[in-house]
């Protein structure tokens, strides 16, 4: 049975390889950005108190972090988890939409040319 101290350590592990060394899977595959890009950029940023960055990289990064914030909060309140979620869900499609649209493919919405899809239909 594993102790409970390897399994925080484990935990703390994963954290530390998710936070610096973290690529986006969806991203590295087709190289279209995913909704969630550029939010560790913009947590970064945010962290080193530059306001003005962190909302350009991902403007929903504060409303996440409050939404997970409620969440946990509620956790008993199924509902209005449930709400929170949705509402969550329909900010990033709709955010993601006019990011898209708005800026790709150029920065921050930037396509990878290092993808799987691009290597693959390059030398189709």
Do not use: E
Not at 26 to 36: A, L, R, Y
Not at 46 to 61: D, V
Not at 102 to 110: D, E, G, N, S, W
């Amino acid at each position: 049975m594993i102790s409970q101290k390897i399994k925080k350590l484990g935990i703390v592990f994963i954290l530390f390889l998710l936070l610096f060394f973290y690529k986006c899977p969806f991203q590295t595959i087709t190289g279209i950005p995913c909704p969630g890009c550029n939010m560790m950029t913009s947590l970064y940023y945010l962290l080193h108190m530059n306001l003005k960055l962190s909302l350009y990289y991902h403007a929903l990064l504060m409303p996440t972090i409050l939404i997970f914030i409620l969440c946990i909060l509620f956790r008993k309140n199924t509902k209005c988890v449930k709400a929170l979620l949705i509402l969550w869900c329909t900010l990033m499609i709709v955010y993601y939409v006019y990011r898209m649209l708005l800026y790709f493919p150029k920065t921050p919405m930037v396509y990878d040319k290092k993808s799987l899809f691009y290597f693959i239909f390059r030398h189709v």
